[in-house]
């Protein structure tokens, strides 16, 4: 296989991993625009969020972690509307689904693709540390300071078309990864009004399968694994208050995505290891009573070496809007 199809084929591949690595959602502890997880706030019981992502690819870093140009001629793009819903089990229990639907829309020298379907499916548990709104507007004392700490899991169940189904014929109809995998999850946010800070973490593994096509032809079989993931970023955000209490807020974040080398019948696969470093910056608007939040969001990739590897460089702009009941 040559060097150019493989990258096509991971690239293509590993496209879909943006699905769960979240920019922004609709909530936090208290509402607003801050959260870079689907969130309830903590009076929340329900909410309702749909989000649609642009995503455009310009060029990539190889195995070594230059960043290369695309060849002339090749427009490669991934749109996803991104159907979300939070449910509050408990006082300090809550839960979450997102369903994505992904349309490929690439030309690349000597193909011209255009496929959709629906990607791979996640579902997420939160357990939130604390039992009232720990976001202030003054800082009297010490406990004034505790943040909003959430520790959590998600399950992304392979419901996407894969090189390993019966659906994708070739790597531009791909829109999953074929794997389960299970996230462990902790998000941090504190918020200082009107500054907010969130650090969030997960560390994710991959259930091995077994294989026995490629793109609907035969192979012999094998059991194939990917390498343990892990997703770290960090935000500050400041909020504005509008007449009414409406709420205007800009966040800035810094994200860094990373898997290791998979496994082939039990030897490592270099070739789906990867990384990848990002910077978002994101504007929120809610209303005064924090059931309705417009957002939009602006992820850029670093186009320079040493910022990823064997990882396509993309900007994502992503328009969301979601509704809280209470």
Known sequence: MSKRRTWVNNALSISALLLSSSTVYAASCCGGGNATSLVLPKFGNQMIDVSFDIEDYDGYWNQEGDYTQDPAGSDLNQ???????????????????????VWNDNTYPGVVSKENGVGDMSASFWYETFDQ????????SIADLRPAIYIGGTLTLPTGKSEYGDDATNSFDITGRG???????VLIEKTVYPFTVTLQGSYGKYLERDVNQEYGTPVEPYKKNLGDRTFLSASLGYTYFLEELDTLTFTAALADLR?????IDGVSDPLTEFEKQSVALTTAYASSDLRWVFKGTYSHAFREDGRGKNFPTTDILTLGVSYAFY
């Open 259 to 263: 898997e290791g080398a998979g496994e």
């Open 133 to 140: 709104v720990t976001c202030v507007y003054q800082v009297n």
């Open 79 to 101: 749109y996803r509307l991104n159907l979300g819903f939070a449910y509050r089990l408990a006082d300090n229990w809550q839960a979450s689904v997102t369903l994505p639907y």
């Open 179 to 185: 794997l389960y995998r299970f996230d462990a999850n």
